[in-house]
């Protein structure tokens, strides 16, 4: 393995490039950053940590590391109706890897930033002897007094859902073995849905649109686990309709021909879609850009789910959880 610069000059090269598009980050040239949020705006604050093998794969690119490690974050964003606006980033890279490696990840990382308009605003590097791991926080601006929360569902409420759910636990389980005899096209399709979230920053500017009360949250640890996390706060139930749930082509192929991994779509994770509850006709308004799924009930904490067969039943939590 070719040898590798040391911490500030890795920073140097890779990192500092990416830091020039926000005088806020000094550069990076100092140790902490000095912005303000625009008048007439609260700063919201996210953090996410991905560990190799735990939220990534090791033999994942490092170009599609780079995307998960900043988007995961801006999805976090969007769930409150933050609009982003820099983010710092602490790495810790194993030693067995290579200096092109990182070169890779922060130049896929500076064009995402880019794309996304997010300034890089300073962090840490450190070498490991363990597993690479990624700390981004992320900070977003929303109108005061408008952040989208997660207590604010009613019974009544409709319960709609951004994009299409469980192809990123669907492109694992291809990734993994564990999912054969999917035609090639969907199989990429679905792998690309693991790797790269699309955080739904459009959906979010939509709910701020309203000017009105919506609960949202982002599906990261699937739909059957996460709606709970609305279920507690807003002290409420749900109820969802199977046949409602939107599904890719790919993942409606895979159902068809092994029903059980219904299971999979609804408690897998990684979708990284938006969970909204509202009013219908406020709902309603947002468009095709969300699909209602089900209904908000007075039940509190009462999961359920009709069934293709008309039946109900409950929804178990199934979602990901790090200490199970």
Not at 13 to 29: E, G, T, Y
Not at 278 to 306: F, W, Y
Request: hydrophobic share 45%; aromatic share 6%; proline share 5%.
């Amino acid at each position: 393995m070719a040898a590798r610069s040391g911490e500030f000059d890795l920073i140097a090269r890779h990192f500092a490039p990416i830091a020039q598009r926000d005088p806020a980050a000094l550069s990076l040239l100092d140790d902490a950053a000095v912005f303000s949020p625009p008048a007439g705006h609260e700063v919201v604050v996210t953090t996410d940590a991905l560990v190799a093998d735990v939220h990534f794969r090791t033999i994942d690119t490092p170009e599609t590391i780079a995307q998960k490690v900043l988007r995961v974050n801006l999805s976090d964003l969007a769930a409150m109706g933050a609009r982003p606006g820099g983010i710092v980033l602490t790495t810790g890279y194993n030693r067995d890897l290579s200096e092109d490696w990182i070169s890779r990840f922060a130049k896929s990382f500076g064009q995402d930033c880019a794309f996304f308009d997010v300034s890089l605003l300073g962090g840490d590097t450190v070498g490991t002897p363990g597993p690479t791991f990624f700390s981004l926080t992320a900070f977003g601006y929303v109108p005061a007094g408008r952040a989208l929360r997660r207590d604010q569902a009613r019974p009544g409420d409709v319960i709609a859902v951004s994009g299409t759910l469980g192809d990123a636990a669907l492109g694992l389980s291809v990734l993994s073995g564990d999912l054969t005899g999917v035609a090639p096209a969907m199989e990429d399709f679905l792998k690309d849905r693991y790797w790269v979230p699309r955080p739904r920053l459009d959906v979010a500017k939509a709910c701020l649109g309203l000017e009105t009360r919506i609960a949202a949250m982002d599906l990261s640890d699937g739909l059957a686990g996460d709606c709970r996390k609305i279920c507690g706060p807003s002290k409420v139930g749900m109820v969802f309709e199977l046949r409602d749930i939107p599904l890719s082509d790919a993942a409606r192929a895979v159902v068809a021909s092994d029903p059980s991994r219904w299971n999979q779509i609804l408690g897998g994770g990684d979708d990284y879609e938006l969970l909204i509850t509202g009013a219908a006709n406020d709902i309603a308004a947002l468009g095709d850009q969300v699909t209602v799924i089900g209904s908000v009930t007075d039940q509190v904490g009462e999961v359920l789910v009709r069934g293709l067969d008309g039946k109900m039943a409950e929804l178990a939590p199934g979602g990901f959880d790090h200490f199970k």
